[in-house]
Structures are given as structure tokens and as C-alpha cells.
């Protein structure tokens, strides 16, 4: 093992550093604000996701309050660990120090992965968690000892309250282990104990869901009303080769484990990959859910390409360097490690009507401070018995989450919207005598209050095009009561 450490070091130290540098730039992302603000809520389950994301969110707060670099540095960690984590299942796999460079440098030439990488969502943390899982089961296979079956249930469990595709990856694990030795490690009381284990370290959650008549289901409908059913059949393959370098090497790992007689004690990982990877297709998922399970084929892949040159072994370092060095370009469309005047060269972006179209992760991270800031001077505009029963209202998570986040330092009141999970967080002050209403339009304001006055429309030179153009109003007089109001609102809260 010694021997493998030095290289690992280096890589995850590089990507490390490529990350850090991206974390720091522009703002947060709408998702990131969600994310955040669900961690002043905690509980077992949000509506829209399980609890993880909140505690690493009220983790982020306690150790470095809610500074850009620090919430990131959760998912460039989970990168890291994928990265070495890759590198010990080419060990694992029976692969020597060329097989074990080579896995860790699938991880660093994968693009996809500094986008993951960045951004404070559950992805970074699923991809991490498929990772472990993958890695105690070859343990298990190699040693045939308990503990890696027992490590594997509680990885399930812990996935599970970080990212429900996790199913996905148990499925097609449990398809596979029917091929392992015609089925043996079913007759393994451990196996049972293990999958026990994940159930209990899921169960608060499942209980939750329970509580609060399944929201899953509710969003899944609205994902699949609005983003997945637009995949075409053909989409979430074509947009696995469009990171062709990288593709390769996973094409290699899927091949080895059924050619390579090197590898065919693992040939169940093979199934359980085919398994998972056409329940993705099928079901039309999006294509970055299916990442997770690059890591474990590219050491796969690692294994059997460094099995390939046996007779030439620096073959190897061809193909490694093949795959990283036309990928490198890229890297800033992933994530931020340009400034914006520097990306906007080297995207050859052109400014139509005073704005720049960014890519819509870059987009969504700009806009949301100069949101609060023109919230914060109309309130800080209002008479004070005014603003003590003031009401903000944002029209989506994003604006909520940039006036509930971002709005500490302003001393701002925490918002309401009826989005997703700020909707379960109720209507705040239903008698106010003041709201402040932020990009919802002129029929929704019009509809619920009798006094409405428009004070500006909020633009942005780079924000997304739903952010720019959004209403700023001041409201008064409600027409219905406000909690009749909000109750209305349960059915169409992923709207």
C-alpha cells in the first residue's frame, strides 16, 4: 500500500486544488441556498430530498458560519475520497501501481465531476456513497470477512438519507449477487444482518415520509412532468459519449469485467453495473445520476488496460495521458476556476441587450446579492411599526433561499414562498400589514392584495433569464385570509 500513497496524494492534491480555486468564485447556486436553508429546519426528510444535505448544512454553519468556500469544501472532500477510493479498488481489483495511476486519473479527466464537485448538493455525496459501497463489496469478495458486508449496509442506509437513487445502486447490486457463485452470498446470514442495518439507519426517515404522505412521490410526478419525460430515448447515452476520453476508459472496465479473466472473480460487478445503468436509461433519469458509477469502472477499466500492456507497461501512461490532457480545457466550463470577464473569453460569450447568456449552473449563481440588497432597502425603507410586521415573500426557492441565507447579514426577517419545502415552513405573520413581494408577477400579487405598487424590475447582467426581469413589490390588504390562502397552495407546491 505504501507504494500507491505518494501517487494518490498527488492527484487528490491536484484535484483539490482545482476545486478550491472554483469554490471561491461567483456566488452560490440556487440549489446551494436551498440546501442551506432546509439545514434551519431539521428534520428527518424535506420535500424535495432526505436530511443529509441539511446536516452537513447546519455542520457547514457551526464550524465557518455560511462562507462560500467552506460550504463547498464538503463536496470537493467527497471528491477527494472518491478519487483515493478509486485508486485502492484498482489495488483491490489485483491491479499494480500503473492500474492504480490510471483509475485516479479517470476521476481527474472526468469534467463532470468538478461540476458534482463544487456545488453543495446531495450528488457529490450519492457519487461518494455508490463509491464505498462498491469498495466494500470487492473488499468482501477478496476477505470474506463480515465486517465489509456489515460496512456495505450501513454505506446503503446512510445513502439512502443523503439521496434516494441510492435504491438503484442497491437493485442492481442485489441482481448482481445472484450470479456470484450461483447465488452463495445469499445463504450468508450476514448479507441479511447488513441489508438490516441499512434498513434501520433509513428507517427515521421512511417514517417521515410516512408522517408526510410520501412528498417523494409528489416531486418525482413533477420531475417527471417537467425535466425527465423531455429525455429522449437516445439522450442519456449520447450524452455519456459526449465526455469520450473518459467514456473509454468506462467502456474498458465494463468489457473487462466480462472478458478479462483477471477480473472474472468480480463479474457480478459487472451485472450489477448493466443492471443500474439501463434502470437509469429506462426510467429516463438525468444523465449525471448514472456518474456514480463511473468510479468503480474506471478502476475496472484501470485493471484490465494495464492487463492489456503487460508486455509494454508504459502503454498505460499513453492512455492516461490520452485520456486527462484533452480534457483539461474544459475543466472551466465545470467549475469556476476562471474569473467571469476570463470565462466569458474563453467561451467567446457576445453581450445582447447588456447581458451575457451564461451556461445555467454559471448563471444561477449570480443576481441573488443584489436581490437582497434592493429587499433590504425597501425594508429598511418602511416606518418601523411597519417593519415589525413585515412580511417578504419570494416567488421561488431560489430568491427564499438567497433572503434566508444571504439576508442574515442584512438583518432581514426570514422569508416565506410557497415553494417546495418553504411552503411546509408556513406563511409567517398572516395578520402583517406589510409585504414585500419578490419576483412573483403582477396577476399573483393582484390576486391576493388590494394595494399593490411595482418598485422595480430586477435585472442582471449575468443572472439566469427566469432572474432577470422580476418584479419588486410592495403589498397591503389582503383580500382572503392568508392561511386559506396558503392551504390552497399544498397541491402545487413543485409547480
Known amino acids: 500500500m505504501k507504494k500507491y500513497l505518494p501517487v494518490l496524494t498527488i492527484l487528490a492534491l491536484i484535484k483539490f486544488c482545482i476545486q478550491w480555486v472554483g469554490n471561491q468564485n461567483y456566488g452560490f447556486h440556487r440549489d446551494e441556498l436551498l440546501h442551506l436553508s432546509v439545514s434551519e429546519h431539521m428534520d428527518w426528510g424535506f420535500m424535495e430530498f432526505p436530511p443529509f444535505i441539511g446536516f452537513l448544512g447546519k455542520l457547514s454553519y457551526w464550524l465557518f458560519d455560511y462562507s462560500l468556500w467552506s460550504?463547498?469544501?464538503?463536496?470537493?472532500?467527497?471528491?477527494?475520497?472518491?478519487?483515493?477510493?478509486?485508486?485502492?479498488?484498482?489495488?483491490?481489483?489485483?491491479?499494480?501501481?500503473?492500474?492504480?495511476f490510471l483509475a485516479a486519473i479517470g476521476v481527474l479527466a472526468f469534467v463532470p465531476f468538478y461540476r458534482n464537485h463544487t456545488l453543495f448538493q446531495p450528488v457529490a455525496f450519492d457519487q461518494l456513497f455508490w463509491t464505498l459501497g462498491f469498495y466494500f463489496i470487492i473488499r468482501f469478495v477478496n476477505t470474506h470477512h463480515h465486517k465489509y458486508l456489515l460496512l456495505t449496509g450501513a454505506t446503503l442506509g446512510i445513502g439512502l438519507l443523503n439521496k434516494y437513487t441510492m435504491?438503484?445502486?442497491?437493485?442492481?447490486?442485489?441482481i448482481g449477487l445472484l450470479f456470484y457463485e450461483k447465488g452463495k452470498w445469499f445463504k450468508n446470514k450476514w448479507l441479511y444482518g447488513s441489508g438490516l442495518l441499512g434498513l434501520l439507519i433509513f428507517l427515521p426517515n421512511l417514517l417521515w415520509q410516512l408522517q408526510h404522505d410520501f412528498p417523494l412521490l409528489q416531486h418525482l410526478q413533477s420531475l417527471n412532468e417537467k425535466q425527465l419525460n423531455e429525455n429522449g430515448v437516445f439522450v442519456f447515452l449520447l450524452e455519456q459519449l459526449e465526455i469520450t476520453p473518459p467514456?473509454?476508459?468506462?467502456?474498458?472496465?465494463?468489457?473487462?469485467?466480462?472478458?478479462?479473466?483477471?477480473?472474472?472473480?468480480?463479474?457480478?460487478?459487472?451485472?450489477?453495473?448493466?443492471?443500474?445503468?439501463?434502470?437509469?436509461?429506462?426510467?429516463?433519469a438525468k444523465t449525471y445520476y448514472v456518474f456514480a458509477l463511473y468510479p468503480v469502472l474506471f478502476a475496472t477499466g484501470a485493471v484490465a488496460v494495464e492487463a492489456f500492456f503487460k508486455k509494454r507497461p508504459n502503454g498505460v501512461y499513453v492512455i492516461a495521458g490520452t485520456i486527462l490532457l484533452p480534457m483539461v480545457f474544459f475543466i472551466p466550463e465545470a467549475t469556476p476556476v476562471l474569473p467571469i470577464e476570463r470565462f466569458i473569453d474563453y467561451k467567446g460569450l457576445e453581450k445582447v441587450e447588456d447581458r451575457v447568456e451564461l451556461t445555467s449552473d454559471y448563471a444561477d449563481?449570480?443576481?441573488?446579492?443584489?436581490q437582497v440588497q434592493l429587499v433590504d432597502s425597501v425594508y429598511r425603507s418602511l416606518p418601523p411599526k411597519d417593519q415589525r410586521n413585515a412580511v417578504i415573500w419570494a416567488e421561488n426557492y431560489g430568491e427564499a433561499g438567497a433572503l434566508k441565507i444571504l439576508g442574515k447579514k442584512y438583518g432581514l426577517p426570514n422569508p416565506i414562498s410557497r415553494h417546495g419545502s418553504f411552503w411546509t415552513w408556513g406563511p409567517g405573520n398572516t395578520e402583517a400589514s406589510v409585504w414585500i413581494s419578490l419576483?412573483?408577477?403582477?396577476?399573483?400579487?393582484?390576486?391576493?392584495?388590494?394595494?399593490?405598487?411595482?418598485?422595480?424590475?430586477?435585472?442582471?447582467?449575468?443572472?439566469?433569464?427566469?432572474?432577470?426581469?422580476?418584479?419588486?413589490?410592495?403589498?397591503?390588504?389582503?383580500?382572503?385570509?392568508?392561511?386559506?390562502?396558503?392551504?390552497?397552495?399544498?397541491?402545487?407546491?413543485f409547480d
Open 167 to 174: 435504491l438503484v445502486w442497491a437493485f442492481g447490486i442485489f
Open 71 to 100: 460550504v463547498r469544501l464538503f463536496p470537493t472532500l467527497a471528491g477527494v475520497g472518491i478519487l483515493i477510493l478509486c485508486g485502492l479498488m484498482a489495488k483491490e481489483l489485483g491491479g499494480k501501481f500503473r492500474a492504480v
Open 247 to 284: 467514456f473509454i476508459l468506462f467502456t474498458c472496465g465494463v468489457l473487462g469485467l466480462f472478458l478479462s479473466k483477471k477480473l472474472q472473480a468480480y463479474r457480478a460487478l459487472g451485472i450489477a453495473c448493466l443492471v443500474i445503468f439501463a434502470t437509469m436509461w429506462f426510467t429516463k
Open 439 to 493: 419576483g412573483n408577477e403582477r396577476g399573483s400579487v393582484e390576486n391576493i392584495f388590494e394595494e399593490t405598487r411595482l418598485l422595480k424590475i430586477i435585472t442582471h447582467p449575468y443572472a439566469i433569464e427566469e432572474e432577470n426581469g422580476i418584479p419588486l413589490y410592495l403589498c397591503r390588504k389582503p383580500k382572503r385570509p392568508i392561511a386559506d390562502w396558503w392551504a390552497d397552495y399544498e397541491d402545487h407546491i
Open 365 to 370: 449563481m449570480f443576481g441573488w446579492e443584489e
